[in-house]
């Protein structure tokens, strides 16, 4: 089993950032690709960034790419993820995942099976 704890959500301003963070416990050598998803009110949820523990080979979608970035921390077992330039529309439950290996299938969220309890962000205009 892997436990995953994201925190670091909050209340913004449009043009702020936030950090989240995904503490990743347990079993962690079962865990190979990182991702983070939103999901917003009466939505489904949405693949945003991905990056693999080793190599580093990070994805993204394209509504954040050049104003979110994802990276690890292998030794404390930790993925963030740096969001710049926040819009309205980036209001949001985030989430982490943990998926066994790397995939093209990494923007599908059945890909994944762990998840953390998810952080919200709220960016105000």
């Known amino acids: 089993q892997v436990q995953l704890a994201d925190t670091g959500g909050g209340l913004v301003q449009a043009g702020g950032s936030l950090t989240l963070s995904c503490a990743a416990s347990g079993h962690t050598s079962s865990t190979y690709a990182m991702g983070w998803f939103l999901q917003a009110p009466g939505k489904e949820r949405e693949f945003v960034a991905v990056?693999?523990?080793?190599?580093?080979?990070?994805y993204y979608a394209d509504s954040v790419k050049g104003r979110f970035t994802i990276s690890r921390d292998n030794a404390k077992n930790t993925v963030r993820l740096q969001m710049n330039s926040l819009k309205p529309e980036d209001t949001a439950v985030y989430y982490c995942?943990?998926?066994?290996?790397?995939?093209?299938?990494?923007?599908?969220?059945?890909?994944?099976?762990?998840w953390g309890q998810g952080t919200q962000v709220t960016v105000s205009s």
């Open positions: 990056i693999s523990w080793i190599g580093g080979s990070t």
């Open positions: 995942a943990a998926a066994p290996y790397m995939s093209s299938m990494y923007y599908d969220n059945t890909f994944y099976n762990y």
